[in-house]
């Protein structure tokens, strides 16, 4: 995935240190982000990382940097303040808009949503704000100053504990959060917010996520990040911050108009009971689309895909899964079995006919390719539940009733036509072949 350098200069004059994540090749870019990261952190802590990189797979290319005084940025952190924040903020919003284009949505983590809370306000191109684990105000950060008051009283700073490392701290720091004591900002936003916040942060507790909210007028969002850390360092707490922020996204971001004037196209209308499926930019990157629904198909990147979806195979199981799932819950819930929850892995290969198991017939054994293989698909039910040996073998019997199941061990008739536009169209209209 591209990453562009992007250093600019405050102003205070400091040359400040960015990086821009963009989308992979054959990802249009649909909209620009910028990041601020939390109190004393850098523009590379795993979270904004990871974040960043999953926004710029779905097309919106985030600008994340260091403020000043930290990681590759100039100045001296002593010297800074929470408004200095701010104004690197807008700083970096003014470069994004110089050098690509001006950034749609601000996400701050930590102390950092703080900070896009305040400089939102100032910024006319920001249609929408994402906090992570955000104080309500930065004079949250207050509490950090408490045993070294005295001696910021007497000489003007001190060094302060922040997480594992030691910074030091001018007294117009902690001057300055009282500037930003209340929440009357955040009723001043008047941009689409969304509020990411875990109930277990032992940072910032989940009362600070309440204040925003509560401060906030409409619309507003608030997604509870269950179990995540503070700085969210389990991956796959980021990939569902992701995955959850572009679906809010795609509304208050508008991101489907974008992707049409991106040149994509308008997304084409599907019928009921109709799937449509369109090339997109990309070797294998396909467009699915249903009546009310649309995703991605590709292939992996080892086979000269851009992983940016399902392959086709792994769709096939997909819809094998999902059937079967839903065919054993109808039937335990019509027959009022105490099943809690049903998990399915599936996995496709081909196998040679000599490694053909007990359950491989004669059938099976004809449909074997030149080089003597197989189609072969595994599932593995897991039923969770109090349930008796009985109940475990029908539901086993049941798995197999599932109509997508049945469809796929039906060989179904496939009937192809050329050049007709739509389902409906007359044979006539093109060639016809039926398998």
């Known amino acids: 995935m591209p990453r562009i350098k992007l250093d600019f200069q405050n102003r205070e004059g400091h040359k ?14 649909l909209r620009h982000a910028l990041f601020a990261h939390c109190f004393t952190c850098g523009k590379d802590i795993a979270a904004a990382s990871r974040i ?7 097309g919106i290319a985030v600008l994340r940097f260091d403020f000043t005084g930290l990681g590759n940025s100039d ?13 690197d903020l807008i700083a970096a919003a003014k470069a994004l808009a110089a050098e690509h284009a001006a950034p749609a949505m601000l996400i701050g983590h930590s102390l950092g949503g703080a900070a896009v809370l305040a400089a939102a306000p100032q910024l006319p191109s920001v249609e929408a704000v994402v906090t992570i684990a955000a104080p309500a105000t930065p004079k949250h950060v ?12 007497a000489t003007g700073e001190a060094e302060v504990q922040v997480g594992h490392r030691r910074f030091r701290v001018r007294r117009q720091f902690l001057d300055d959060l009282e500037h930003y004591a209340d929440a009357d900002h955040i009723r001043r936003l008047k941009r689409a917010l969304l509020i990411f916040h875990s109930p277990v942060d032992e940072i910032v507790p989940i009362a600070e996520a309440a204040k925003i909210y509560q401060a906030a007028l409409h619309p507003k969002s608030f997604i509870s990040l269950c179990q995540a850390d503070h700085l969210l360092s389990n991956r796959e707490d980021s990939e569902y911050l992701a995955e959850t922020l572009v679906a809010w996204a795609s509304r208050y971001l508008e991101l489907r108009t974008h992707a049409e004037e991106a040149g994509l196209g308008t997304a084409p209308e599907a019928a009921p009971g109709e799937v449509v499926v369109t090339e997109r930019e990309g070797r294998f990157l ?15 990147k080892a086979v000269g895909g851009t992983d940016l979806g399902p392959s086709p195979y792994d769709l096939l199981l997909m819809a094998l899964g999902a059937c079967t799932s839903m065919t054993l819950r109808m039937y335990a819930d019509h027959k009022g079995l105490p099943l809690d929850d049903v998990e399915i892995r599936l996995r496709h290969d081909r196998v ?19 080089q003597g293989r197989i189609e072969r698909i595994e599932r593995h039910i897991d039923l969770t539940g ?12 049941i798995a197999d009733r599932c109509p997508v199941h049945r469809t796929i061990m039906g060989r179904p008739q496939m009937v192809l036509r050329l050049g007709a536009r739509g389902l409906s169209a007359e044979p006539d209209q093109g060639s016809e072949q039926v398998s």
């Open 352 to 370: 040679h006919i000599d490694d053909c198991d007990a359950d491989c017939d004669d059938e099976i054994r004809s449909l074997a390719d030149r």
């Open 52 to 58: 960043s990189r999953a926004l710029a797979a779905r």
């Open 16 to 29: 400040l240190s960015g990086l821009l994540e963009a989308p992979p090749p054959g990802v249009p870019t």
């Open 142 to 153: 207050e509490h950090l100053f408490s045993g070294v008051r005295g001696e910021m009283e």
């Open 386 to 397: 109090d349930l008796s040996a009985d109940q475990r073998a029908r539901l086993e019997e």
């Open 286 to 300: 396909r467009g699915l689309y249903t009546e009310h629904h649309q995703l991605l198909a590709d292939e992996p």
């Open 75 to 87: 100045g001296d952190f002593a010297n800074t303040s929470f408004s200095s924040n701010v104004q």
